[in-house]
């Protein structure tokens, strides 16, 4: 069982914790306030969460999940973070997250460019196509004949490894995409990000069917 550093107790960060937890996992929580402002999720999450700074649950966690709506301008634990695997449940939104042009022309995937932002950590992309709260809710035994599958983007095999045993803990199948630069295939619009349940061969159909389109 692993530490697992959660920075972000959103939506995606509070659901993930809880399904950690129930797989046996300990969690560390952070958000932007402080660790002082998460005291009543800590109450309901129990023994195995604690809440932390940033910094401190990047250092503490044996992997890391950012569940937080991605900046341009790095605003994560860069140093703390370095040697890390790091599961980004980002989607880039631009009515949210304001404009990356490099994305915006197709030139990088917003988790290429969060790569960059920590060249020295392990950068996958995951949980990024299923409503939070499903994750606690969708999950199946192994072989179970409707079983889901989410899809894992990295360019490091160790990193989406991470997130297959977690998927698998959680009770979905995994479909790796590799390179990183490959991710955009999931993204906000496509046709695996707009189908949010499918069969390992349907997220495979599914991915292979994206077309690149410039977004607004
Ligand atoms: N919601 C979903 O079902 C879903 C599904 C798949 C992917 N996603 C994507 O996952 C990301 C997170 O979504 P969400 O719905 O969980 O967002 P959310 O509910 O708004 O939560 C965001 C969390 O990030 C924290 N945060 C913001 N900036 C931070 C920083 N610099 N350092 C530490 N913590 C920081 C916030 O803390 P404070 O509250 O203290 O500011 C909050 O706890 C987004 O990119 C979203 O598009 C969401």
């Known amino acids: 069982m692993s530490t697992i550093g959660i920075i972000g107790a959103g939506e995606v960060g509070s659901h993930i914790a809880v399904a950690a937890l129930r797989s046996g996992h300990e969690v560390v929580l952070a958000n932007s306030r402080g660790p002082e402002t998460l005291s009543d999720l800590i109450r309901q999450l129990g023994s195995s969460a604690r809440a932390a700074t940033a910094s401190e649950a990047a250092l503490a966690g044996d992997f890391i999940v950012i569940a937080v709506p991605m900046k341009l301008e790095n605003d994560m634990p860069e140093k703390e973070l370095v040697g890390k695997v790091v599961i980004d449940t980002n989607n880039y939104m631009a009515w949210r997250d304001g404009h990356f042009p490099l994305v915006d022309a197709l030139e990088k995937t917003e988790h290429e460019i969060r790569q960059e932002q920590l060249p020295c950590s392990k950068i996958v992309k995951a949980f990024t196509h299923i409503q939070a709260p499903r994750i606690l809710t969708w999950g199946k035994p192994p072989g ?20 297959r045993s ?31 349940r499918h069969s390992v061969a349907e997220l495979r159909d599914n991915l292979a069917r994206a077309r690149h389109v410039v977004r607004p």
């Open 144 to 163: 179970a004949p409707d079983r889901l599958a989410l899809a894992a983007a990295s360019d490091f095999e160790e990193a989406i490894d991470v997130v």
């Open 166 to 196: 977690l998927y698998d803990q959680f009770g979905f199948d995994t479909v790796a995409i590799t390179p990183l630069s490959e991710s955009w295939r999931i993204t906000p619009g496509q046709p695996a990000w707009r189908q949010e």
